[in-house]
């Protein structure tokens, strides 16, 4: 069978290899020119990005929908979304160097400071989706690490009004952002 436009995200969903290599020969564009935005000064992990944007593709098929959003989108959403993880693994190794590493690498401090204003603005991005109380709890749990206990006695909400409105809040920020699957 002959892999087209019209038939190469049905052949991906039946895990059709030739299917993915159309996918490759076709969109591999989107995926470069969003990792180039992002991972502009860390090439050593371009590939990999690369790899890892290519098999979600192929392992999140199955969440791709054509009325939420064209294809091109939705690999440009994927290759985004996995470039900002490596730049969170990159801020990560940074920090796991040894001080006379650190002293080699002093440098990479502005690509670090890049990298954090990138991910800071994303996230800046998807909180202002929500409500005031809903940004102040999200703030709370994820970025102070406060346990729910705390959140709860902080906000005076119960618990299981806190988890109701964690779950809408990240259904909301899916859905903004499209983010599906585990990718």
């Known amino acids: 069978m002959k892999i087209t436009e019209e038939n190469f995200i049905i ?4 895990r059709n290899q030739r299917a993915l290599e159309y996918v490759i020969d076709n969109y591999a564009w989107i995926i470069k020119t969003v990792l180039n935005k992002h991972l502009y000064n860390l090439k050593e992990y ?7 944007c290519i098999l979600a593709i192929w392992h999140n098929i199955q969440y791709f929908d054509p009325e939420k959003s064209s294809f091109k989108n939705w690999v440009g959403g994927i290759a985004k979304h996995k470039s900002i993880d490596y730049m969170r693994k990159y801020l990560r ?21 890049i990298i954090e204003n990138e991910i800071s603005e994303e996230t800046e991005k998807m909180l202002s989706r929500l409500s005031k109380e809903d940004r102040e709890i999200f703030i709370k749990l994820y970025f102070e690490n406060k346990d729910l206990n705390r ?18 809040a990240k259904r909301k920020i899916r859905k903004e952002f499209s983010i599906k699957g585990g990718y």
């Open 151 to 168: 959140v709860s006695k902080d906000t005076g909400l119960s618990k299981p009004v806190l988890y109701n409105r964690i779950s809408r």
């Open 46 to 52: 371009y590939d990999e990005c690369m790899n890892d």
């Open 93 to 113: 190794d940074l920090e796991e160097l040894s001080l006379e590493e650190q002293v080699i690498l002093i440098e990479d401090k502005a690509i670090k400071e």
């Open 11 to 14: 052949q991906l969903k039946k």
